[in-house]
């Protein structure tokens, strides 16, 4: 099955860290990111301010495993879309079935950091490794 590009709500994402509740104030993953390493905080920090800039990120990655979102890719961005208040994200999101294929996923996608693939080329990428 190919994956499907669609408007996902943050909440709705497991494994974000940084995917607030409904019910928890911003403050409180502010902090989180605060103690974060510092690298860490400035890459979340840095998108933050390109987003102020208005511009433009390509999608998140997420596996659906059992009826739930899982994150595969993105993180980042996912915790800066978070912290400016979004509440919902522009995602790829693969059927992977099985943890284990998420996993596969995510290492496949992380081999791809660096190369200067598009986002689209990566998303091809999965879902080759999907039908396969």
């Not at 607030?20 to 301010?49: H, K, Q, S, T």
């Not at 659906?64 to 509440?87: N, P, V």
């Amino acid at each position: 099955m190919q994956p499907v590009q669609s408007l996902v709500r943050i909440a709705d994402i497991r494994n974000g860290a940084f995917s607030r509740g409904v019910e928890e104030p911003v403050p409180d993953y502010e902090m989180r990111i605060l103690d974060m390493e510092p690298d860490e905080a400035d890459n979340i920090w840095g998108f933050v301010d390109c987003m102020e800039r208005g511009e433009a990120f390509p999608p998140i990655f997420l596996a659906r495993i059992e009826g739930k979102l899982e994150l595969l890719d993105g993180f980042h961005r996912l915790a800066a879309m978070a912290l400016r208040g979004r509440d919902a994200v522009r995602a790829v999101v693969f059927e992977a079935g099985s943890y284990t294929m998420a996993d596969q996923l995510s290492g496949l996608f992380f081999a791809y950091e660096g190369t200067g693939a598009t986002w689209q080329q990566r998303a091809e990428a999965g879902a080759n490794m999907l039908a396969a």
